[in-house]
């Protein structure tokens, strides 16, 4: 063998070698640098802890702040599951609301009966039915001007519930309307089920 193809023998190994070790460092790129592979999109309302990263390590997570009247009752809820953050709860309702009173306007039943209470689901599943018969365009949602928390509790069966008041702008195409209701929200806190569920639906004090 000549001196030329010695060489390049040697100098192919030595990459291969270095290839190798680079590949066992660094392993393969199978996706976002963050735990290579990200968990599939949370629905809108869940436990904060299925809608966020956890805390790595020995890292605690932060504890949420509570402020207001209902202060002390979202404190209740967060004592019964520390992953229950408002400010994450919040960002779920609002979205959680875009998608209920969008399936209500054009009468999706499969995408309603998952979110709502029994109780909601049959009253609104009622409404429908009425709607059908008389060719009532339902009401969708133009704007959601403001969604705030105005009660929490949590009673003895570890049950919460969390009301938020929503005002937004509805329309059917020919007419629009300011509406400003309170959604209660309710999850078993020692479930390992993580979605709310919409409970109640009032309409809020003008004011």
Known sequence: ??????????????ALFIGWRLYI??????????????APQASPLRRSS??????SGDVAPVRPVFTGAHAAGLETIYGADNSFDPTIFLQGARSAYEMIVAAFARGDRQALKPLLDKDVYEAWDAAISEREKTGTEGMSLLRLRRAEITDASLDDTGMARVTVEFES????????????ELWTFMRQTSSNDPNWLLDDVDTADEG
Do not use: N
């Not at 001196?3 to 192919?12: G, P």
């Not at 299925?50 to 805390?55: G, L």
């Not at 509805?170 to 509406?179: E, F, I, K, M, N």
């Open 25 to 38: 460092t660094l392993g393969q790129d199978d996706g976002p640098p963050e735990g290579r592979s990200r």
């Open 50 to 55: 299925d809608a966020t990263d956890q805390a």
């Open 169 to 180: 702008d509805l329309g059917d195409g020919v007419s629009t309307a300011r509406s400003k």
């Open 1 to 14: 063998m000549s001196q030329s193809m010695i060489e390049f023998v040697v100098l192919a190994a030595i």
